[in-house]
């Protein structure tokens, strides 16, 4: 709607202009002297007022209403001014107002120091304090026997009789809430597997990464944040379970794959690297009397980057072989990271090779699952390539890859094309992308 004046004289104009001062004047000090305190709420005559100015202005024809209403406004008692305020603004400010925002602000900020960022790092916690804390490791426990942790338990205030049906981590856990309860802080170090919904865990070299109720949760947030992958070996500062949580939960990253944060978020993935010859060889001499590794220096030289395989009659000797070569690695290349994967072996053999050998040894022993191979196989594989991706050589002793390659025939789905040996095609896929992860790079 377009509202329409018809143009005034001078004459009117003038009288207009006039009385327009006294006329709001006499309006305004009428309003204030009639209802001076109730400003916020419109009267019944403020509402039908401006319809009817709407109506005049609308119409045309209607000029001499349009001439008489500036000078009849102030003898009329009904027309006088109203001053309106919407009542949503009132009760806008009634709700938002400085002071509630204030206390939602103070709330919420209050919240926020309680909880942890998305860097991982909370406000109301300072290294200064967690220096003058008393620390634990979680993974100096799981290197604890039974009897230990039993005993450090009952210093805590675990009661003997409930320890008598736990198993080791379950030990691990109460340990780790009584020394959150007495004021400690918990750090931990583990390699990262990424879930399908976003969330992740650390699992504990020290379990083979087996799955348990000392894992580390790991938000979507951080692992967003510091571009973590599965396999990333992540050390930090973590809490204990709120309520209604059952794990652990990292509080604060330290360190990645042994560097700095920072070079997590800016590492070249390992797919994009360029793979070339070998050009640095393994020195595996170690001692005069030691003859074999000498042999294997001489004859069949192994160079970092370089795939190398022992096929051997049963009782041959392979066990001891490799663990020559690997005490000839730990004692010549100290820059070398070194695994051992010990895939459907006896119980008897990791513990032998845990005793002798300096290295990290993963195991998964013949009475497990195949998936539980397959588990293990495909955790050590990416944990190798994410510490190539910052840039360290890593050395994996895999015994043996026959028994990998019969657990990823139980667990891939059939194709239908069997081959010799009834071996289906798509299992034989997996072992040999684990055996050509190697190369220099």
Avoid: W
């Avoid at 794959?257 to 020195?283: C, G, H, M, W």
């Amino acid at each position: 709607m377009v509202a329409i004046r018809k143009r005034r004289t001078s004459d009117e104009n003038d009288g207009g202009a006039e009385q327009a001062p006294d006329q709001a004047q006499l309006d305004l000090s009428g309003e204030m002297n009639e209802n001076p305190a109730d400003t916020g709420l419109a009267s019944p005559q403020a509402d039908v007022a401006p319809a009817e100015n709407t109506e005049a202005l609308d119409n045309p024809d209607d000029s001499h209403g349009a001439k008489e209403r500036p000078e009849n406004r102030g003898s009329s008692p009904s027309d006088k001014r109203v001053v309106v305020r919407s009542r949503g603004k009132r009760r806008n400010n009634e709700g938002n107002g400085p002071a509630s925002y204030r206390d939602n602000e103070n709330r919420n900020s209050k919240k926020q120091r309680d909880l942890p960022n998305d860097n991982g790092y909370t406000n109301n916690q300072t290294s200064q304090d967690n220096e003058n804390k008393p620390k634990l490791t979680i993974n100096e426990l799981t290197r604890m026997g039974m009897h230990a942790l039993r005993d450090l338990a009952t210093q805590y205030g675990v009661p003997h009789e409930d320890m008598v049906a736990m198993k080791k981590q379950e030990i691990i856990f109460q340990i780790l809430k009584a020394h959150t309860e007495h004021g400690g802080i918990i750090f931990a170090s583990g390699s990262l597997e990424i879930l399908p919904d976003g969330y992740g865990f650390l699992r504990s070299p020290q379990n083979s990464y087996l799955p348990g109720p000392d894992d580390i949760y790991i938000s979507p947030s951080q692992i967003r944040l510091f571009n973590l992958k599965t396999g990333d070996t992540v050390y930090g500062q973590i809490r204990s379970p709120k309520e209604g949580e059952r794990f652990f939960a990292l509080l604060r990253v330290e360190t990645v794959n042994f560097d700095d944060v920072v070079e997590a978020q800016s590492r070249i993935p390992f797919d994009n690297l360029t793979p070339l010859y070998p050009d640095e060889k393994l020195n595996l001499e170690t001692t005069s009397t030691e003859i074999s590794t000498r042999i294997i220096n001489l004859f069949c030289p192994i160079g970092k980057g370089q795939r190398a395989l022992i096929v051997a009659p049963p009782r041959t000797g392979k066990t001891i072989i490799m663990q020559r070569i690997a005490n000839a690695i730990t004692a010549n290349h100290p820059e070398v990271y070194l695994i051992v994967l010990l895939i459907d072996e006896r119980p008897e053999e990791v513990t032998d090779m845990e005793r002798t050998v300096k290295a990290e040894v993963i195991s998964s022993t013949f009475d497990e699952q195949a998936t539980r191979h397959v588990q293990v196989a495909e955790m050590v594989l990416e944990k190798a390539r994410r510490l190539v991706e910052h840039k360290r050589d890593v050395v994996i002793l895999l015994d043996s890859i026959t028994r990998l390659a019969r657990a990823y025939n139980q667990t891939v789905p059939t194709s239908g094309k069997v081959l010799s040996g009834g071996v289906d095609s798509n299992a034989l896929h997996r072992p040999k992308r684990f055996f050509g992860a190697a190369r220099n790079v």
